[in-house]
């Protein structure tokens, strides 16, 4: 048999490339999409419970019920993503949401809020964890933290615009508004993922469907290292969260007193987030993930106790100081599940989002509760101590076994 006959393998996407630019737009713009649509109802909890008269831990359920279901559906379709391919169903999933956060602004009570805020959950499972699996199949292992980072960017760049957007318009005219207006922004941004993204080149379809499901789980679990992947993004996410929902009605109220719009600038910090997580995926293309983890867990620690001062300018320190290790610390954590994970890859990612969403849910709600049990100090002690444990977890990491000398750097 000549050579001529043999299978070509697939290079990756490296760095410098049209094609690494198309991606690296394209997961922009998804991660954009997924954070704002499911993200963009967070400012909106006061007006939310001054309207359907709803104590803040039921307002927070309107993002809790979106964030809950979408992890039990992410690690399902994910299964679906290593059967149909990546692309469709990430194309799929923006659109779907899109169209939801337009109909979420003619909800006429808040049941029917939930409702669809609840669907909207299931369909953007088939965009996190098969976009993280697409970059770890389409993505030159060097060229990886990059295009994580920007990927995380985007979400940090949705993150912002969503709740800058909601704030003003709800200020200025109403929430309704606010998610029309963020839905059709969705659809825009939809439509350009699905222009600018390669089509897979490196994925393998499966045919053992549901069958292989238990096989898959034990796999990952047993697994030195990704189980506690999967609990630190639990207890990131679920701090993230909950610094963000409840800070809008600490500085409403006395001593602050501030406006809906005013506390809407806050989401200015997350500029600071597409700078960190781009900066950290660098930083651990040249040093490794063990020894720059454990510092930007710190650093959010760090944060989160800062807005314990009766200081604006101490609280606003603080988020960014969160902001930025929450964003550094998730680039670092998502793509060390992508190096590590064998296949099926979509399935490890979907278990590190499962996590990280369900650490959303739980802890975003858990908070609410330490709201009205005490307040602001109630929130920051609970979420000091999930984040300790984080760090805890960091440092255990520094000392996982790589999984072999052609990943040792980067596992």
Not at 238 to 257: D, E, H, K, T, W
Not at 261 to 274: E, K, M, N, P, R
Request: aromatic share 12%.
């Amino acid at each position: 048999m000549s050579d001529l006959s043999l299978p070509l393998a697939t290079p990756a996407i490296a760095k410098g490339t049209p094609e690494f630019t198309r991606t690296n737009r394209a997961l922009f713009f998804g991660g954009f999409s997924t954070f704002s649509l499911l993200y963009c109802i967070q400012p909106l909890f006061p007006l939310l419970s001054h309207q359907f008269h709803l104590s803040p831990a039921q307002s927070s359920w309107s993002l809790s019920v979106s964030s809950g279901l979408l992890a039990i559906s992410l690690v399902l379709l994910s299964a679906v993503s290593d059967r149909i391919g990546r692309k469709s169903l990430m194309v799929f999933s923006m659109l779907s949401a899109a169209v939801l956060t337009v109909l979420s602004a003619f909800a006429q009570d808040f049941t029917q809020l939930l409702a669809i805020r609840a669907v909207l959950g299931i369909a953007l499972g088939g965009m996190p964890a098969v976009a993280m699996a697409y970059l770890g199949e389409e993505i030159d292992p060097p060229s990886l933290g990059l295009s994580m980072g920007l990927y995380i960017a985007g979400s940090a760049f949705g993150g912002m615009s969503g709740r800058l957007i909601a704030s003003v318009l709800s200020d200025f005219l109403s929430w309704r508004w606010a998610l029309g207006t963020l839905g059709v922004a969705g659809l825009l941004a939809g439509l350009e993922f699905w222009r600018s993204l390669p089509t897979s080149k490196n994925f393998v379809p499966t045919t053992k469907g549901w069958n292989a499901l238990p096989h898959a789980v034990r796999q990952h679990f047993s697994d030195q290292g990704l189980p506690w992947l999967f609990i630190l993004a639990f207890l990131l996410m679920g701090c993230f969260v909950s610094l963000y929902n409840y800070i809008g009605y600490r500085l409403l109220a006395a001593p602050f007193g501030l406006r809906q719009s005013t506390i809407g600038l806050l989401a200015f910090l997350y500029l600071i987030g597409i700078f960190s997580s781009v900066w950290a995926g660098r930083l651990v293309d040249r040093l490794g993930r063990r020894g720059v983890l454990w510092i930007m867990l710190s650093v959010m620690l760090s944060g989160i106790l800062l807005t314990l001062f009766n200081s604006l300018v101490l609280i606003v320190a603080g988020m960014a100081l969160a902001t930025f290790g929450f964003f550094a610390s998730h680039s670092i954590a998502s793509s060390w599940v992508s190096r590590r994970a064998r296949a099926p890859q979509a399935l490890a990612s979907a278990f590190y989002l499962l996590f990280y969403y369900l650490g959303s849910s739980l802890i975003g709600s858990a908070s609410g509760m330490m709201w009205g049990f005490d307040g602001w100090t109630g929130v920051i002690i609970m979420l000091g101590l999930c984040l300790g444990g984080g760090v805890l977890i960091a440092l255990r990491l520094r000392h996982l076994q790589p999984l072999g000398a052609s990943v040792a750097a980067a596992a």
